[in-house]
């Protein structure tokens, strides 16, 4: 009950952290391309690209880095995660100059032979990647502090950090119209700055916080079998997010050479609706995988399992609850943001929606295949899969097809994947098919399809001028009210009698 109530309560401080910072961010984008100008922002954003697009590194590290530490908090061996910490730290450090001089020399070659910038802000947009460059190593250097505070559950502190950076940015949105100075160089480096703060105010907590970031001046011993470990767990996690990145961009690479460069507006406008809601439900997961990967090292497989399929099952319907609506709702939406929506736009974000949809049918289960560790055939053949869809949608496009055939191919490609991920969860964890259809499958099939059949119905006989809320509202309702009868069960259902009964009895007794 109490480690219920406990991860109710990250899940609303992570959900309450993403819409501010969100919202902030939205923002401060307006705010900044205001007072930059459309030049000055396209430079930036097109520096700053390059460097955000080595990301996926820092994220394979993150997971790899989390892994070890949650799993051996789960053990009650302090030794051993003390040893992760420093360790990690150590290779961050490496990795991030090795990163760091990789981009200064690739930058070299970039700016003399491949970017289009003005003569007259050369020069600036050199000093701005300068600055991006350190903004990166930074980022590399924090992921050992922000995997222990996730290992140790604390996002109220990473919800803190992440709220002030947004602050922060906010400020200096503001404050770019009054300089006097090259606005474009004061924005490059009081963003830059913000990843220095972040990192020392990461450094500070966790080092008066927690016994293994105070032992980084006790003791430095770097233990090869904990970095091999570190780094052959991190490069499979690596290849899986290069297989992603190269169907990504691939696709992009084909839809380019069949259509041109029209319809690659609408592809980059999928992606980016897209990556927004991963974004949403990588915030619920991420309340969940500490307690996956504790209960695996505490060697509580049974209820690492059970964690597994409940994080299935929860995930599909908080992104059911705003997929399906927008699915229904998407050309008014677009058309409210983009106001000209690019041909095949439409269309392209419906259908990226049902393969996040698809997804995250068996997402507990990636995170239940990382704490078991075995990782590595799991990401050859789903990262191979995932590779797949380039040469099928060259295959697709050839043939004749409309180009919104391609992500139908993502589609099933995803499908066939899901499929994957139970069968190495299965070979790996002792578990069975037939507790994923009952825990995942049977109790999502009627809310889905109640749900589904209320939209289509919305959709098609309600014509008022703001039909989009009504959409919204009748979703959440519907969905509720069908995951009560069909999808919760007799347990969770007495959970939720209680935690209403509680709530019901201290709002009683503070207003009486």
């Not at 997961?285 to 996956?292: A, D, T, Y």
């Not at 709702?329 to 929606?353: A, D, R, S, Y």
């Amino acid at each position: 009950m109490n480690s219920s109530k406990f991860l109710f309560k990250n899940t609303i401080i992570n959900y309450s952290r993403m819409v501010f910072t969100m919202g902030v961010s939205l923002y401060s984008t307006r705010i900044v391309l205001s007072s930059l100008g459309s030049l000055d922002y396209g430079i930036y954003n097109l520096v700053a690209g390059i460097v955000a697009m080595l990301s996926f590194l820092n994220s394979a590290m993150s997971v790899s880095t989390q892994r070890y530490l949650s799993f051996y908090k789960g053990n009650g061996d302090i030794k051993t995660q003390s040893d992760i910490f420093i360790n990690s730290f150590f290779l961050h450090i490496i990795i991030g100059l090795l990163v760091v001089s990789s981009l200064e020399f690739i930058g070299i070659f970039l700016f003399e032979f491949v970017l289009k910038i003005p003569v007259d802000r050369f020069l600036v947009a050199k000093r701005l990647f300068h600055f991006m460059s350190a903004t990166v190593f930074f980022t590399i250097v924090i992921v050992p502090f922000t995997a222990l505070l996730n290992a140790y559950e604390n996002f109220t502190m990473i919800a803190i950090v992440n709220v002030l950076e947004s602050v922060l940015k906010l400020t200096i949105a503001f404050s770019v119209s009054w300089v006097t100075m090259d606005k474009l160089t004061y924005y490059g480096i009081l963003t830059a700055s913000i990843s220095v703060i972040s990192f020392l105010l990461y450094f500070i907590y966790c080092f008066k916080s927690y016994t293994e970031a105070q032992k980084i001046f006790h003791y430095f011993s770097v233990k090869t079998s904990i970095l091999k470990s570190l780094t052959s767990f991190a490069g499979w996690n690596l290849f899986g997010a290069l297989c992603f990145l190269g169907r990504t961009q691939g696709v992009a690479i084909i839809l380019n050479v069949f259509y041109g460069t029209i319809i690659n507006s609408s592809y980059a406008i999928s992606n980016q609706v897209s990556a927004q809601f991963n974004f949403f439900a990588s915030t619920f997961m991420q309340v969940i995988n500490p307690q996956i990967m504790k209960q695996e090292g505490s060697g509580n497989r049974r209820e690492m399992i059970q964690l597994t399929l409940v994080s299935c099952k929860y995930s599909f319907l908080l992104m059911s609850a705003i997929c399906l609506p927008t699915i229904f709702e998407m050309e008014f939406l677009l058309k409210t943001w983009l106001k000209n929506i690019p041909e095949n736009t439409v269309v392209f974000c419906q259908l990226i929606l049902v393969l996040v949809l698809v997804n995250q049918l068996t997402t507990g289960i990636q995170s239940g295949l990382q704490a078991t560790g075995k990782i590595k055939l799991y990401q050859i053949f789903v990262g191979s899969l995932i590779l797949l869809n380039v040469p099928i949608s060259f295959w697709i496009l050839a043939s004749g097809l409309p180009a919104y055939n391609v992500f139908i191919g993502f589609i099933m490609i995803e499908i066939i994947a899901c499929g994957l991920r139970l069968f190495f969860f299965r070979l790996y964890s002792g578990s069975n098919y037939k507790d994923y259809y009952d825990k995942v499958l049977k109790p999502l099939s009627i809310p889905l399809i109640v749900t589904v059949l209320i939209l289509f119905l919305i959709n098609q006989s309600v014509l008022l001028p703001y039909r989009v809320f009504t959409t919204y509202i009748f979703t959440v309702a519907s969905l509720l009210i069908a995951v009560y009868f069909f999808g919760l069960s007799k347990q969770e259902k007495m959970y939720l009698s209680n935690l209403f009964v509680n709530l019901k009895s201290k709002f009683l007794s503070k207003n009486f």
